[in-house]
């Protein structure tokens, strides 16, 4: 939102879950930490974060924010203990509609590796001046900082929308650790 906090999501798809059944969509959206030691999910894994299937030719994964909202970044925790550089080449987007439909020109690219990224949209909130960054004191640095293309002020979009574009390459995976916005 415009106001420094984060919206809670009201739900999460991806395209395929990982097979284990461990990492579904909504462990993007429960802020826990992506190497945890003391939460245990699944398999005694201490990971939360969600995984697309290995055999996904299309990954996507869609974070519902439940009504169309002013959103000024996106930050988005990759996955904590290996396999960082899996997002690249990926995009993000703001969408009104379901499934990356009503975009609203906000497609930004994930072009390097990185542990957190932060996609700034300023123009959303009203005088179009970003909110702060917050800090995240368990956050890995460096982090990459991404500002998207300027808006009309007060664009709404109900759905964040992480996909890569075709054509996909062999072993193109989601495997992330939260996506707030």
Not at 21 to 34: K, N, S, Y
Not at 57 to 65: A, E, G, M, N, V
Not at 67 to 79: C, F, H, K
Not at 145 to 167: C, D, E, K, N, Q
């Amino acid at each position: 939102g415009c106001n420094g906090s984060y919206v809670v999501p009201v739900g999460a798809i991806m395209s395929s879950n990982h097979g284990s059944g461990c990492f579904p969509a909504d462990r993007c959206i429960d802020t826990e930490q992506t190497n945890s030691t003391t939460v245990r999910h699944c398999a005694n894994s201490p990971l939360s974060m969600c995984h697309s299937d290995l055999s996904d030719t299309s990954p996507w994964l869609q974070i519902d924010l439940g009504v169309p909202t002013a959103i000024s970044r996106v930050l988005v925790l990759n996955r904590g203990d290996c396999c960082q550089s899996r997002i690249v080449g990926f995009q993000l987007g703001l969408y009104r509609g379901a499934n990356g439909t009503q975009g609203i020109g906000a497609l930004q690219p994930f072009t390097a590796t990185a542990p957190t990224y932060t996609f700034r949209f300023p123009s959303q909130c009203p005088g179009g001046v970003p909110t702060p960054t917050p800090t995240m004191t368990t956050a890995p640095a460096p982090s990459a900082v991404v500002s998207a293309p300027t808006m009309p002020p007060g664009t709404l979009a109900r759905y964040v929308f992480i996909y890569h574009p075709a054509p996909v390459p062999p072993n193109s995976i989601i495997n992330l650790g939260d996506v707030m916005a």
